[in-house]
């Protein structure tokens, strides 16, 4: 399968725990997007990663969330402290032009 | 205001009917134009890109307006399989253009047998 993958699919952790989550793109792409999407709501852009430097952070991305994108392959995410407004589908997609999306991982948080 | 509106639906459609979904969006600046679908608990999957001049894939026509800053979809001979959420999808704002995408909330369609 050579389009994006994440890991894990589902996530159930429980108010003031600390999440990582993976996302692996397609290998030629250079670009590389963190979404988050909620019930009844359209993707909500969170960063954007050009080969390892991470370029722009929405607001949306407070101080217990991290990005990385060691090597410019694949990223991770890290929400520290939990909390229940997180709950939501964070969604990976990568692009050299167009974008594509991985399957998302759905966090619940208790 | 959002910066990408959309009518949520659900649009209810028999198989066969032609169905015309409209978005508009706030910042002029914008320079690409998608239209994207996603099936219940799944990931978006890019359905087209739009074009001032319009284009057209089968049965799917999608249509750029600048001026009045309104993107369109239609999809004709509707068929089951089209029962989907249809997301209005802009990017490209500003000289960073880090290609970073906004969505609409997206317009519901069922097609009904």
């Known amino acids: 399968d050579t389009g994006v993958s994440q890991d894990p699919r589902h996530k159930i952790t429980k108010r003031g725990q600390n999440v990582t989550f993976r996302c692996d793109p397609i290998s030629e792409h250079n670009r590389l997007y963190w979404y988050r999407q909620t019930l009844g709501q359209g993707p909500e852009f969170l960063t954007y990663f050009q080969n390892e430097a991470q370029l722009e952070k929405s607001r949306l991305l407070s101080d217990r969330f991290s990005a990385e994108r060691p090597k410019g392959s694949f990223s991770t995410l890290e929400i520290q402290r939990t909390e229940q407004g997180d709950s939501a589908m964070y969604l990976c997609?990568?692009?050299?032009?167009?974008?594509?999306f991985g399957p998302g991982t759905r966090l619940t948080v208790t | 205001r959002k910066e990408v509106e959309q009518d949520p639906g659900p649009f209810n459609v028999p198989e066969g009917a032609t169905v015309a979904f409209n978005c508009t969006y706030s910042?002029?600046?914008?320079?690409?134009f998608f239209w994207y679908r996603q099936d219940c608990r799944k990931e978006p999957k890019l359905l087209m890109s739009v074009y001032s001049s319009g284009n057209e894939d089968g049965r799917f026509t999608a249509q750029l307006n600048r001026a009045s800053q309104y993107i369109s979809l239609l999809i004709r001979d509707s068929k089951l399989s089209d029962s989907a959420t249809y997301l209005c999808?802009?990017?490209?704002?500003?000289?960073?253009?880090?290609?970073?995408?906004?969505f609409g909330q997206g317009t519901t369609l069922q097609v009904k047998p």
């Open positions: 999808v802009v990017g490209g704002h500003g000289s960073s253009n880090t290609g970073k995408l906004i």
């Open positions: 910042n002029s600046a914008s320079q690409s």
């Open positions: 997609a990568s692009s050299l032009y167009e974008q594509y």
